[in-house]
T-cell receptor
Framework: GEDVEQSLFLSVREGDSSVINCTYT??????LYWYKQEPGAGLQLLTY?????DMKQDQRLTVLLNKKDKHLSLRIADTQTGDSAIYFC?????????????FGTGTQLKVEL | DSGVTQTPKHLITATGQRVTLRCSPR?????VYWYQQSLDQGLQFLIQ???????AKGNILERFSAQQFPDLHSELNLSSLELGDSALYFC????????????????FGPGTRLTVL
């Protein structure tokens, strides 16, 4: 079955890099995602990586995928106070042509001045 | 703004009642998804429709049902409501044909917060 785990909290200082980690169990996942949720808001798709890639960079965001260890990470460079939010990783479970996302518990990122 | 709209934003009702949540996907998106976010269960997939047909089903209770209409908007019906149904219900949509990269990019609406008293 599918299971996605994340640590619950991360606190960093403004200007530092943040690294949010995630482990997943379903090796058949095609895509792995990072979503951001700000207080009282919906989920914003930040970035995603195809399972045959090891790394993807998008401006301040770097996604690393270690398929052997089923480990996904999101690095945010030069973290700003506006990055404070909950970050969810998710895996795509596409059996039978469906497109179900299984989400982790979310990591609350707090950026301090 | 993701382009996905959901109404109403908030809904307060009593146990035993029935409610309908509405979702309009991004223009042209064929797939609509429903998710439930609660404190104890986290974010859970409920159901997916693709061009009017059910495509995937998750942990959706029998008291809940959904449909996608010819204009591609979707409704989630929740009946015999219980206190534990209080949650944030998200709709998401994705475009493209099944298997395309666009199909795998789900964009979420702002959610409907349901409170059952």
């Amino acid at each position: 079955g599918e299971d996605v785990e994340q640590s619950l909290f991360l606190s960093v200082r403004e200007g530092d890099s943040s690294v949010i980690n995630c482990t997943y169990t379903d090796s058949s996942s095609t895509y792995l995602y990072w979503y951001k949720q700000e207080p009282g808001a919906g989920l914003q798709l930040l970035t995603y990586i195809f399972s045959n890639m090891d790394m993807k960079q998008d401006q301040r965001l770097t996604v690393l995928l270690n398929k052997k260890d089923k480990h996904l990470s999101l690095r945010i460079a030069d973290t700003q106070t506006g990055d404070s939010a909950i970050y969810f990783c998710a895996e795509n479970y596409g059996k039978g042509g469906g497109n179900k996302l299984t989400f982790g518990t979310g990591t609350q990122l707090k950026v301090e001045l | 703004d993701s382009g996905v709209t959901q109404t109403p934003k908030h809904l307060i009702t009593a146990t035993g009642q029935r409610v309908t949540l509405r979702c309009s996907p991004r223009s042209g998106d064929l797939s609509v998804y429903w998710y439930q976010q609660s404190l104890d269960q986290g974010l859970q997939f409920l159901i997916q429709y693709y061009n009017g047909e059910e495509r995937a089903k998750g942990n959706i209770l029998e008291r809940f049902s959904a449909q996608q209409f010819p204009d591609l908007h979707s409704e989630l019906n929740l009946s015999s409501l219980e206190l534990g149904d209080s949650a944030l219900y998200f709709c998401a949509s994705s475009g493209g044909l099944a298997g395309s990269s666009a199909y795998n990019e789900q964009f979420f609406g702002p959610g409907t917060r349901l409170t059952v008293l």
